[in-house]
Nanobody
Framework: QVQLVESGGGLVQAGDSLRLSCAASGRTFSGWRMGWFRQAPGKEREFVAAITWISGNTYYADSVKGRFTISRDNAKNTVYLQMNSLKPEDTAVYYC?????????????????WGQGTQVTVSS
């Protein structure tokens, strides 16, 4: 059974940095697609970033390009989201997602597996 466990969220000030981690277990993840999404109160869950496990190709939402970096550590089965220059509008619950065959990596419906989420709060 696939399990995704996020960690690293917290309360920071605008301009600060955080690194989120998503520890994946239960399968061999080579060939999988991994994504980060976020959901602010009263809003839809939105795409943040994605990475393909083997090739390491990365994809970003326009709102985070140049500030966030997604990466993976194959040996640890862990995906990271390095978030720099955080803004109050980045405040949300951040979710890790995984799928074996997602094509449109920015669409949440393409992912079958989700973590429980980690809260990120950015104060102004």
């Amino acid at each position: 059974q696939v399990q995704l466990v996020e960690s690293g969220g917290g309360l920071v000030q605008a301009g600060d940095s955080l690194r989120l981690s998503c520890a994946a277990s239960g399968r061999t993840f080579s060939g999988w697609r991994m994504g980060w999404f976020r959901q602010a109160p009263g809003k839809e869950r939105e795409f943040v970033a994605a990475i393909t496990w083997i090739s390491g190709n990365t994809y970003y939402a326009d709102s985070v390009k140049g500030r966030f970096t997604i990466s993976r550590d194959n040996a640890k089965n862990t995906v990271y989201l390095q978030m720099n220059s955080l803004k109050p509008e980045d405040t949300a619950v951040y979710y890790c997602a995984a799928d074996t065959s997602a094509v449109r990596l920015n669409r949440r419906y393409e992912y079958d597996y989700w973590g429980q989420g980690t809260q990120v709060t950015v104060s102004s």
